[in-house]
């Protein structure tokens, strides 16, 4: 069974136990990686052509009015296509209770029919928001396997945690 998994994350300025910390990787990288390292499989990360700011309070505004107006921010590179793939993983950090926007605009380029679908989420503290219902809705065609909420902080100390989960679900 072949996997791939599909990431955005945020280095810089994040929000970590009520207060802003500098993170040389981002959280959802992290479970990224581990992921990859318990089940194999090709990581790919949604990069926007459009930075957003390196000021976290700045980024999250922007975040929120993305959300708002439905955008599809430009990635750097797409995937043409995901037919190779049995398993597709969905990571990414919690913003505003769904994924990044930047997420949608590769999500709803592929044809999700026979594939598994696998939302991670990091957070801190509004666990897997509303991103499987988000997922169901783009990804027709697809099976869906078990969420997992990752809070942010513990990211790095997950390992054994999302390497069980990830073994679970492409069985």
Same mark, same amino acid.
């Given at each position: 069974?072949?996997?791939?998994?599909? @990431?955005?994350?945020?280095?810089?300025?994040?929000?970590?136990?009520?207060?802003?910390?500098?993170?040389? +990787?981002?959280?959802?990288?992290?479970?990224?990686?581990?992921?990859? +390292?318990?089940?194999?499989?090709?990581?790919?990360?949604?990069?926007?052509?459009?930075?957003?700011?390196?000021?976290? @309070?700045?980024?999250?505004?922007? $975040?929120?009015?993305?959300?708002?107006?439905?955008?599809?921010?430009?990635?750097?590179? @797409?995937?043409d296509g995901?037919?190779?793939?049995?398993?597709?993983?969905?990571?990414?950090p919690c913003?505003? #209770?769904?994924?990044?926007? $930047?997420?949608?605009?590769?999500?709803?380029?592929?044809?999700?029919?026979?594939?598994?679908?696998?939302?991670?989420?990091?957070?801190? #503290?509004? #666990?897997?928001?509303?991103?499987?219902?988000?997922?169901? +809705?783009?990804?027709?065609?697809?099976?869906?396997?078990?969420?997992?909420?990752?809070? #942010?902080?513990?990211?790095? +100390?997950?390992?054994?945690?999302?390497?069980?989960?990830?073994?679970?679900?492409?069985?």
């Amino acid at each position: 069974m072949a996997n791939l998994i599909i @990431y955005y994350s945020r280095k810089g300025e994040n929000y970590v136990n009520g207060s802003i910390k500098n993170l040389a +990787k981002g959280n959802t990288e992290i479970v990224a990686e581990f992921i990859q +390292k318990a089940v194999g499989g090709d990581l790919f990360e949604i990069e926007t052509v459009k930075e957003y700011s390196a000021d976290y @309070y700045e980024c999250i505004d922007d $975040a929120k009015a993305e959300l708002r107006a439905g955008a599809r921010p430009e990635l750097k590179k @797409y995937l043409d296509g995901i037919d190779s793939y049995d398993n597709i993983f969905v990571c990414g950090p919690c913003w505003w #209770g769904t994924f990044p926007m $930047a997420m949608f605009t590769q999500l709803e380029k592929l044809g999700w029919s026979g594939k598994k679908v696998m939302a991670v989420m990091t957070h801190e #503290g509004s #666990g897997l928001g509303s991103c499987e219902r988000d997922l169901r +809705k783009i990804c027709a065609g697809a099976s869906f396997g078990k969420g997992l909420a990752v809070h #942010g902080a513990e990211a790095a +100390k997950s390992e054994k945690t999302v390497a069980s989960w990830a073994r679970e679900n492409v069985k």
